[in-house]
């Protein structure tokens, strides 16, 4: 989000200013995808509806799906790419400060440790991806029950006799709804009632974001008009409703 307010707020061209929010938002989408071990572009993902959204062009997903690097990455760069195009625009008119203003310099580190801290998370969500538990752990745990449960039932039937198999069935059922939840656990960024809803989180960020882009025109067209202003109430609309994420 800070870089969505740093973006509205000293760059002054438009075209580049709406290319650096997109790709804020497809960052998180990218994101998204990376933690779930797919491309954005796969069957199941957010990239053809991005496209549908206007948030990526058809080129733009290709280019992402064809690039021999992850995509969270290439929506870095794409971002880095946006800071220098505006500061190649002559007269300085892609910014809203002198280069030689004092908070220039601040600015652009600012920006640079925003970037810097988005790339860190790229490399937690990797790793985040790739820890897990060894694939014979589900082999394992399931013999270890089922030797338990079958030794478990002769020594008890000399005990407890007739009520040994609901005893047994009963005692099992409990400790199988237990790995199995522990199962799904291990990869908590699919589509299963207990896995994280990363969709939500997405789509939070996207509406933060088209409510920082809508609020920042509305503040400026206040701002710039020198004429007594007409109380006429509007409200902003963002493409999604910021979802509960309880």
């Known amino acids: 989000m800070e870089l969505a307010m740093m973006n509205r707020r000293w760059f002054d061209n438009e075209d580049l200013q709406d290319k650096f929010s997109r790709f804020i938002i497809v960052y998180s989408y990218a994101c998204k995808s990376l933690l779930s071990g797919k491309s954005l572009k796969a069957e199941g993902e957010d990239g053809p509806a991005l496209v549908k959204r206007g948030l990526l062009s058809k080129q733009e997903l290709d280019i992402m799906e064809s690039s021999p690097s992850w995509q969270p990455h290439f929506c870095l760069d794409v971002i880095r790419e946006v800071l220098v195009q505006l500061h190649m625009i002559k007269g300085g008119k892609g910014l809203r400060m002198d280069d030689t203003n004092k908070i220039h310099g601040q600015l652009f580190r600012c920006l640079d440790n925003s970037l810097k801290n988005l790339n860190i998370l790229i490399g937690n969500c990797v790793r985040v991806r790739a820890s897990g538990l060894p694939a014979s752990y589900d082999a394992i745990t399931m013999t270890s029950f089922i030797v338990f449960f079958l030794l478990a039932s002769v020594v008890w039937s000399a ?55 809508q609020r920042s025109i509305a503040i400026r067209s206040l701002t710039s008009n020198t004429n007594r202003p007409k109380f006429v109430r509007r409200e902003s609309k963002a493409t999604f409703h910021i979802p509960k994420l309880a």
Do not use: H, N, Y
């Open 159 to 213: 005990a407890i006799g007739w009520m040994t198999p609901i005893v047994v069935f009963l005692a099992s059922m409990i400790i199988m709804f237990l790995i199995v939840m522990g199962t799904k656990l291990v990869d908590p960024f699919g589509t299963d009632k207990v896995d994280i809803p990363m969709g939500r989180f997405c789509a939070t960020i996207e509406a933060q974001v088209q409510a920082i882009d």
